[in-house]
């Protein structure tokens, strides 16, 4: 047990010293954070505005259109309504049979549209549409927030997660005798290279941990971002997300006869790639994935933690969490089993 603690503290101080280590775990998910916060806050926290909406005067649906409160209705001929529109005064013209006139297209203009398809689709009921309330709203409501784009936060957060594949790498390097010193005196000294390699494993989880637990800090205090409503279930996601991180690292380091620095390029790129089909980049690629090929968010690791922080924190559903736990799981596994295989091969002709 002494053993265990002395060579994680000598690789944790290792660890801290890399610079490596410091960039991507440590710098690099915060300036994420700043930047998905500054670009996309304003969009997140948009506030609607009343729509500026022309409506001939002789309109049967001018009552209604005055019920529904994101509306600002304008009372005007179709000749003022050109010149309104040209001059940005108003957003729509509807006549009386409900044709809808716009100068170009937006997302005040759609508002309409989706009125106007609302109001059509009562009248094809023959419910009479004064007694619709356009702005009821049927849903549970939570609270907290389901924006789409949140789920740009979770994406980076269960990327982080994972991030001890770096630490993984690290570790696996540092045992092989063509790649470090340490690995030449560590083969041909009587040394248990399980040991190193467990003590590298748990100091790399504690410090990942770390350093995930200051991003969601900094998230949290800084950006005021409140992502967690169920913490229980949502750490043991993210737990589960650095154990893979450092089982995907060590298969990445055991696997080919590479620099670190070229298995590190490796990592980076896995990690983006699946972070990226899990809609990092924007929410529109992953809901376009999932329509068009849903057996993805399944198989990629990073995919699953994010729809899992998604469902338990917004949505409130905990009752399939154990099916994502168990694919991860999974894949630590055969991770490990992978890398054993690899490591157990090592042999050398001369050192």
């Excluded at 009343?50 to 179709?78: A, K, Q, R």
Aim: glycine fraction near 6%; charged fraction near 15%.
């Amino acid at each position: 047990m002494s053993r265990l603690i002395r060579n994680c503290i000598y690789l944790g101080k290792n660890t801290l010293r890399d610079k490596t280590f410091f960039f991507w775990s440590i710098l690099y998910p915060i300036l994420m954070a700043i930047f998905f916060y500054t670009a996309f806050s304003g969009i997140v926290n948009q506030e609607f505005e009343p729509v500026d909406l022309g409506v001939s005067p002789d309109s049967y649906f001018v009552s209604i259109f005055e019920e529904i409160e994101i509306l600002n209705v304008h009372e005007i001929t179709e000749e003022e309504a050109n010149e309104k529109l040209l001059s940005d005064e108003i957003y729509g013209y509807v006549d009386n049979d409900l044709n809808l006139t716009v100068k170009e297209s937006g997302l005040n203009q759609t508002i309409i549209k989706q009125i106007l398809d609302q109001i059509v689709q009562v009248g094809g009921l023959n419910v009479p549409v004064e007694q619709v309330d356009m702005m009821v709203d049927y849903t549970i409501s939570n609270n907290q927030n389901a924006d789409t784009l949140i789920i740009i936060f979770y994406t980076l957060i269960a990327m982080v997660s994972t991030y001890g594949v770096f630490t993984g790498i690290e570790t696996v390097s540092l045992i092989q005798a063509n790649l470090s010193e340490i690995g030449k005196r560590m083969n041909i000294a009587p040394l248990r290279k399980s040991d190193f390699i467990i003590s590298g494993l748990v100091g790399g989880f504690i410090m990942n941990v770390i350093s995930n637990t200051l991003l969601l800090l900094f998230m949290h205090f800084i950006l005021k971002l409140n992502l967690f409503t169920e913490f229980k279930y949502s750490m043991l996601f993210i737990l589960l997300g650095n154990l893979f991180g450092l089982s995907l690292g060590m298969m990445i380091g055991s696997s080919n006869k590479k620099s670190t620095n070229v298995k590190t390029l490796i990592a980076v790129a896995v990690t983006l790639f699946l972070s990226f089909l899990s809609g990092m980049m924007s929410p529109d690629i992953k809901i376009i994935l999932d329509e068009k090929i849903p057996i993805l968010a399944k198989v990629n690791p990073i995919s699953v933690i994010t729809d899992n922080l998604y469902k338990i924190n917004l949505l409130g559903i905990t009752d399939d969490i154990y099916e994502g736990l168990g694919a991860i799981s999974i894949y630590i596994i055969v991770l490990n089993l992978i890398s054993y295989g690899f490591l157990r091969r090592k042999s050398y002709d001369s050192i």
